[in-house]
């Protein structure tokens, strides 16, 4: 391995992580520009060493390292992943994208440029264009999860009769306090059936409508 081929697979490994995290950095997500780029660079720079000693001593297992960083990863890639108050979880597609990034950069370390190239842009697809066309299948779905938020506890009763009434079918409930000036306030974490796919703002605005219900959203 020369001195060119070492400077191609580190630049190329910056590319390729810094598109992925350019398209992340737009997003405003925590692990943006500099993370991905890193991320990329150093599992290149893990496989590159990995191949140096095999090549400098005998009896050395040529993928062990890398075998590290992608079980290694993991650990990077949970910090990403946040659950919300409301069961509302951010992350998991920043996480992915760690992981593919490292995956990458253990492609271009071992002198793989074709799969690292045609995995780049797939992954950058995935990430970029595949996120508006999941929101338009999800906002039909008949499976919805609905984080409400009640005026008094006593609501709750007559909000499960509303539901039915609608032949909405409730599949899972969870009932916790919400610290509000009015200590009876409920919330709810909901998951409900709908009879026939709907448009989720159409589901929103209905149930907002209900009596008894001060806040809505979709987790």
């Known amino acids: 391995?020369?001195?060119g081929t070492t400077i191609l697979r580190l630049l190329l490994a910056v590319l390729c992580g810094g598109l992925l995290g350019i398209e992340r950095e737009r997003k405003k997500r925590p692990a943006g520009l500099r993370t991905?780029?890193?991320v990329c660079l150093g599992s290149t720079?893990?496989?590159?060493?990995?191949?140096?000693i095999t090549d400098k001593y005998d009896m050395?297992?040529?993928?062990?390292?890398?075998?590290?960083?992608?079980s290694?990863?993991?650990?990077?890639g949970a910090g990403t992943i946040i659950v919300t108050t409301r069961n509302h979880v951010r992350g998991l597609t920043t996480a992915a994208g760690l992981w593919a990034a490292a995956c990458m950069g253990l492609a271009i370390g071992s002198g793989f440029y074709l799969g690292a190239a045609i995995g780049c842009v797939l992954v950058l697809i995935a990430m970029s264009?595949?996120?508006y066309f999941d929101d338009r299948v999800m906002a039909k779905a008949k499976i919805v999860n609905l984080y409400i938020e009640f005026r008094?506890?006593?609501?709750?009763s007559s909000f499960m009769q509303r539901l039915k009434d609608l032949e909405i079918k409730v599949v899972d409930m969870e009932v916790s306090k919400v610290r509000t000036v009015n200590e009876s306030s409920v919330a709810v974490l909901l998951t409900i059936r709908m009879p026939k796919p709907r448009n989720h703002t159409e589901v929103i605005s209905t149930v907002s409508a209900l009596e008894?219900?001060?806040y809505v959203e979709e987790v």
């Open 1 to 3: 391995m020369d001195t």
């Open 36 to 38: 991905y780029i890193l």
């Open 45 to 52: 720079l893990v496989m590159m060493t990995n191949e140096f």
């Open 60 to 70: 050395v297992d040529p993928t062990r390292m890398g075998a590290q960083v992608i």
């Open 72 to 76: 290694g990863i993991g650990f990077l």
């Open 129 to 131: 264009s595949l996120h």
């Open 152 to 156: 008094q506890s006593s609501s709750l």
């Open 212 to 214: 008894g219900v001060c």
